[in-house]
């Protein structure tokens, strides 16, 4: 009788009756989590304490980089309104991006030398990657050339912005990003008929913010 149920005597499929134990469900490999705005926002102060508390610098030196990069294109943002900076204002921003740029880098390496990467966490640290090795190639250009030659800041965000709203496991991250992602291409869409130059650098710091929380709140989104 082993291979038959001792309750109802129906033979066992995979050790298990089909009748008294119930199908067995099939487990997802990225389960989508369902959250709130007030829940996923209320928690973000905890899940930054125990990144500081972790003192693990392949997450919290992105994370600096990315809010960095948010304040930078910010700081873009009203300067596009003005008649023009100084080279010396130009330099110092320049030399700051290239900062975050190597930190958001330093922390792609991490994210993909740590662990097997997959759905969000790869995107992220092939992004993040991506973003550092420019951060490196400015850096050389600034000490030969004193200028910065490469930019895609543009598209590494908005290809990461859309990548974590297509892969994140908590449902109101990914509108957040998809958001972040619609208002981008929208914009640059505008730009090809209007000028509205402090329009793209908001966008800029609405998806770098986005890529900044999912590695304070790496442990449910990634």
């Known amino acids: 009788m082993a291979n038959f149920c001792r309750q109802c005597g129906r033979p066992l499929e995979n050790g298990r009756c089909p009748v008294c134990d119930g199908p067995v469900e099939a487990p997802s490999a990225s389960p989508v989590?369902?959250?709130?705005?007030?829940?996923?926002?209320?928690?973000?102060?905890?899940?930054?304490?125990?990144?500081?508390?972790?003192?693990?610098?392949?997450?919290?030196?992105?994370a600096a980089g990315f809010v960095l990069l948010a304040l930078l294109s910010l700081l873009d943002a009203f300067l596009s309104l003005s008649d023009g900076?100084?080279?010396?204002?130009?330099?110092?921003?320049?030399?700051?991006?290239?900062?975050?740029?190597?930190?958001?880098?330093?922390?792609?390496?991490?994210?993909?030398?740590?662990?097997?990467?997959?759905?969000?966490?790869?995107v992220l640290g092939c992004v993040s990657t991506l973003l550092g090795f420019?951060?490196?190639?400015?850096?050389?250009?600034?000490?030969?050339?004193?200028?910065?030659?490469?930019?895609?800041?543009?598209?590494?965000?908005?290809?990461?912005?859309?990548?974590?709203?297509?892969?994140?496991?908590?449902?109101?991250?990914?509108?957040?990003?998809?958001?972040?992602?619609?208002a981008l291409a929208l914009i640059l869409l505008i730009q090809a008929f209007t000028t509205l130059p402090?329009?793209?650098h908001l966008a800029l710091c609405y998806c770098a913010l986005c890529a900044a929380l999912s590695l304070v709140k790496s442990h449910t989104l990634l």
């Open 33 to 62: 989590q369902a959250s709130s705005g007030a829940l996923f926002f209320s928690t973000l102060a905890g899940d930054l304490k125990a990144l500081l508390a972790s003192r693990d610098p392949f997450r919290i030196a992105p």
């Open 134 to 182: 420019t951060g490196v190639l400015n850096l050389l250009s600034l000490v030969v050339n004193h200028y910065a030659s490469l930019s895609y800041l543009t598209p590494c965000l908005f290809l990461l912005a859309l990548g974590l709203a297509l892969t994140a496991k908590d449902l109101f991250f990914r509108l957040l990003c998809l958001g972040g992602t619609g």
């Open 198 to 200: 402090f329009l793209p």
């Open 85 to 122: 900076v100084s080279y010396d204002v130009y330099l110092v921003l320049t030399c700051l991006e290239t900062v975050g740029l190597i930190a958001v880098g330093v922390g792609g390496v991490g994210v993909v030398k740590n662990s097997a990467p997959e759905g969000p966490a790869l």
